[in-house]
């Protein structure tokens, strides 16, 4: 109804709702927070990958007495965490599959008291032959999980790839790597948890999806929905990092309050944290790819496999993303995609920003460039000839029945970034200059909200209710972690309530307060949530008009003046909504075939990347970014959203190197995990073509992990560009650089003339 | 009740006195105790945020005597008579900082957890910089990492704060922008 309406509130600049009280330092994270009695807990870890427990001896020079113990013994319900499949524990009983595996809980009211009584527990085990990566986990010689170490896959098929090599002017065939990602968010995960035998379990806690949690506790406590609540405090970054961690979290704050009696404090260090919680999967995808004589798409095979770690996780809905986005916004008759995530004794990976597809991104973008240069053609010109549009169909066969205006993102990225100039320019100054520079583009899309039919299942229910003061409250279990949630769903309501955006208010994120409207993640929270919530807003305006006299067109004091009217009448003033899938959604979870994503946010980066050839170093100087994500809600979020997302991706591709020596994260200190500074990052030009999504929040697509995809094959591809050298793995290091251009003599011409 | 509510054998300790956002304080604690755990835990000053613990975030930025400290890195016996400057001084009767209405206004602000030690980067930048061009905004913000912005909208902002009266702004028309409980 309202995606092309003229607004007041969506889509102006309005201030961040809770932005005061983070910059006067009122804001509230779970560190700054406290109760009564309140004791601290700690993790004793596993120390060996993969082996089983003999004995655990506690040192007689600590007063045991004065600490309070938690073995899996203590755990009430199932000793597994709640997620997709039941195979992580809570705590390790009788044996370990990973390094930082927990095992022990225990808590003191001093906390400085407890590092010391962590190292005084001495756990002797039997050790087992561990599984390190991907090569070591497919061989099968060793399982570690399952039959076949195979922790879930997946085949999507397309048409008829057998029969296409054959007739083939060109079959280009690569293989490319990505490695681990820290998710680096400056508040470490945290919670505070409180046990009565009345009440149950509260939680308080830096975390994403209050209604996971919910789920994890009353698994291991075999508690009732009512005995759990959780309650999200403030919290400083996620990235997905915080969306299934804080379950394990959470579960053992609780374990710990419900022995003790006292309210129990779980707050890591970075150096815990770094070390014990999830990161971004690494991938090997290899690319098998017939093309025509003009550049043509015929045929794609992709062989896409991540390193998942010790237990499931997130991995499976991980991989099908991956494989989702593994071909790119391009149109190919036949595509087959293979996709496996293997288990290794590492700490699981997990969810982070983009969530699969700027893994499966970076192979795809890499891969046309190197199509490109052997096919000589320009890799503007190859990605133009074969992308997708309107009334074609994906790898999936879902119909773009929206519009497709990847050739509009690409003219403007050319346009706005002097692509043509620059490269020209750098041509000539190249060969005279130790300092090479390059231009490297990419294009990509990205699915919003849950995969197929997971909004269905999700069955989110969302509302909004006004409160006899006259304040009105969004009432969803979607959280603020910096991306702007608050601020957009608030300007959501008061745009489609008619008042003001002061008069709107998030209710707390407290799961005995608010309906689930499902996790915040993948992109979904102002597409998917923000409709929901449109809804219920045009919903309650429809019942005021039915029921208490509201006109045709109101003012804010007639909206409150109904409100009241309403209220003596009837009761409560609220309104709820469940998600509608839009008309035509069908998918098949068997065969991966249909409407994989109800929209796609679409983009165009380009890099201006400068290598250094004394230094080895390579230094993103410039950044385009031109994206279509339905309509803006709100300028100023929409563009913070998308320069940090690309500034992670930058660290992805040039700086973040997660080092694992025999299982362990070897550089779990931000002193030698290095993400970009303010010095490291480029000037970011962000463009938005706006075509609003009619099923959408105002109109709205996802944005939150469109701009995680592309940064890093568009930065790689500049350094083809600049030193006719390809890299195939990210991240991307000046001693990388290095070998490679020592082990390229015979530098290969760059891709364009 | 307190974040992390200080140990009860603290009072045999002598006395350290400092000046902390304009009031003189007196605390018994352990000499080398953090600065940082001082403000936060004796002072309840929780603003000041610690994201690493060795000094490489900047997430604990507090001026000491008009210099930028990382507070994790600092013990509270060095600092005795000092003059403490945290996020909580920057904004006075009620008003916000030039700074922080120009985060608030340009996004500079995301998640929030390093906003604080970033304010009081730039509180420090501006203050012996009144007009810093873009190369001196990102080193003066270089020990201060963000997460979330990816660093162009805390420029944007610092400029516009320098651009702005040296006068405090008006608190802008959001008011109270906790939760509803």
């Known amino acids: 109804m309202s995606t092309h309406a003229k607004t007041r509130i969506v889509g102006a600049p309005v201030p961040r709702k809770e932005g005061v009280d983070k910059l006067t330092g009122r804001a509230c994270y779970i560190d700054d927070m406290g109760r009564e009695g309140m004791l601290f807990g700690a993790t004793v870890r596993s120390s060996i990958p993969r082996g089983l427990i003999r004995t655990i001896a506690f040192s007689p020079h600590i007063d045991w007495s004065e600490f309070t113990v938690v073995t899996a013994k ?97 079959v280009v065939e690569r293989e490319y790597r990505t490695g681990a990602q820290e998710h680096l968010y400056i508040e470490n995960n945290g919670v505070i948890a409180e046990y009565s035998p009345k009440s149950g379990i509260t939680v308080w806690g830096s975390l994403q999806c209050p209604y996971y949690v919910v789920k994890a506790l009353r698994g291991v406590f075999g508690l009732p929905e009512e005995k759990v609540r959780v309650i999200q405090t403030e919290t400083g970054g996620a990235f997905g990092g915080k969306e299934d961690y804080p379950s394990i979290l959470a579960c053992h704050a609780s374990l710990l309050a419900m022995k003790c009696g006292h309210p129990i404090k779980m707050v890591y260090d970075r150096i ?78 997990g969810a982070f920003r983009g969530f699969g597809a700027p893994q499966a991104v970076f192979a795809m973008e890499r891969h046309m460039d190197e199509i490109a240069a052997i096919l000589g053609i320009d890799p503007v010109e190859l990605r133009r000839r074969n992308f997708l549009h309107e009334g074609d169909t994906n790898a999936t066969e879902q119909l773009m029945h929206e519009p497709v205006i990847l050739d509009r993102l690409l003219d403007r990225a050319l346009v706005e970034s002097d692509y043509y100039g620059r490269r020209a320019q750098f041509n000539r100054e190249n060969p005279s200059s130790t300092v090479k520079r390059g231009m490297g583009i990419a294009a990509f899309y990205h699915g919003s909200g849950f995969t197929g039919s997971g909004e269905v299942y999700l069955n989110s229910l969302a509302g909004i209710d006004v409160t006899p003061r006259g304040q009105v409250r969004v009432l969803v279990s979607n959280t603020e972690f910096g991306q702007g949630t608050n601020t957009i769903l608030t300007q959501i309501a008061a745009e489609a309530l008619g008042v003001d955006y002061g008069d709107v208010t998030m209710a707390a994120p407290d799961t005995g307060m608010v309906p689930n409207s499902g996790p915040t993640v ?59 899938a839009p008309p035509g959604i069908s998918w098949d979870d068997q065969k991966y075939h249909g409407e994989a994503y109800g929209a796609y946010a679409w983009a165009v980066y380009v890099a201006q990347v400068a290598v250094d050839t004394v230094t080895y170093c390579a230094e993103v100087e ?49 002193t030698n995990y290095i993400m970009p500074t303010a010095e490291d990052v480029p000037p970011i030009h962000v463009f938005f073509e706006q075509v609003p999504f009619r099923y959408g929040g105002f109109g709205a697509k996802g944005i939150g992990e469109l701009p995680h995809d592309g940064p890093a094959p568009a930065i790689v591809n500049a350094i083809r560009d600049a030193i006719g050298v390809g890299f195939n793995f990210i991240p991307l290091l000046p001693e990388d650089l290095y070998a490679g251009l020592c082990h390229n003599q015979t530098v290969e011409e760059p891709a364009v003339q | 009740m307190n974040a992390n509510s200080k140990s009860k054998s603290d009072e045999g300790w002598p006395a350290i006195h400092l000046g902390v956002n304009g009031a003189s304080r ?61 996020v909580e001084g920057l904004s ?90």
């Open chain 2, 26 to 86: 007196s605390i018994q604690v352990p000499p080398m105790k953090r600065l940082l755990d001082v403000l936060r835990e004796d002072l309840h000053l929780t603003g000041t945020k610690e994201g690493c613990g060795e000094g490489e975030c900047g997430s604990c930025s507090v001026r000491v005597n008009g210099e930028l400290v990382n507070s994790c890195l600092v013990p509270v016996l060095q600092v005795e008579g000092a003059d403490i400057q945290t």
């Open chain 1, 74 to 170: 203590d755990i009430p319900g199932e000793n597994c965490i709640q997620l997709i499949v039941a195979d992580q524990p809570c705590l390790a009983d009788g044996k370990v599959n990973h390094c930082e595996e927990p095992i022990l809980l225990i808590a003191h009211p001093d906390k400085h008291k407890l590092r010391e009584a962590v190292s005084a527990v001495a756990i002797e085990y039997t050790p087992l032959q561990p599984v390190f990566s991907i090569e070591e986990s497919e061989r099968q010689d060793v399982i570690v999980w399952g039959d076949d170490n195979i922790l879930k896959s997946f085949l999507l098929e397309k048409g008829d790839v057998d029969s296409a090599w054959s007739s083939a002017a060109h």
């Open chain 2, 92 to 181: 006075l009767d009620g008003k916000l900082h030039a700074l922080q209405a120009a985060f608030l206004q340009q996004g500079g602000a995301q998640c929030g957890i390093c906003t604080p030690g970033m304010l009081m980067a730039a509180a420090q930048l501006l203050e012996n910089t009144p007009h810093p061009n873009l190369a001196e905004i990102r080193e003066a913000l270089a020990g201060n990492l963000c997460r979330c912005t990816g660093f162009m909208r805390i420029f944007e902002s610092v400029v516009a704060a320098a651009n702005t009266n040296a006068a405090p702004a008006e608190e802008p028309a959001v008011k109270a922008t906790r939760h509803a409980r």
């Open chain 1, 522 to 580: 993948a992109s979904r929270t102002s597409m998917i949530v923000g409709r929901i919530v449109e809804r219920a807003a045009v919903q309650l305006v429809a019942l005021l008009r039915e029921l208490a006299g509201l006109g045709a067109s109101h003012t804010r004091e007639e909206f409150f003046a109904a409100c009241g009217r309403y209220r003596a009448d009837h009761g409560k003033v609220e309104s709820f909504c469940r998600y509608e």
């Open chain 1, 622 to 670: 410039d950044f385009w970014a031109v994206q279509e994500v339905g309509r803006v809600l709100h300028p100023v979020l929409a563009a913070g959203q998308i320069e940090g997302g690309i500034a992670q991706a930058i660290g992805y591709a040039l700086y973040e190197k997660v080092v694992m020596k025999d299982g362990r994260m070897a550089n779990n200190q931000m």
């Open chain 1, 272 to 349: 815990e944290d770094l070390a014990a919680t999830t990161k971004r999967h690494p991938s090997r995808i290899r690319h098998r790819t017939a093309l025509d004589r003009n550049g043509k798409l015929l045929a794609m095979e992709i062989q896409l496999d991540t390193d998942g770690g010790a237990y499931a996780t997130l991995s499976s809905t991980v991989l099908s993303r991956a494989t989702l986005h593994s071909t790119g916004p391009y149109l190919c008759p036949n595509v087959r995609v293979r996709a496996r995530s293997w288990a290794t004794n590492l700490v699981p990976y």
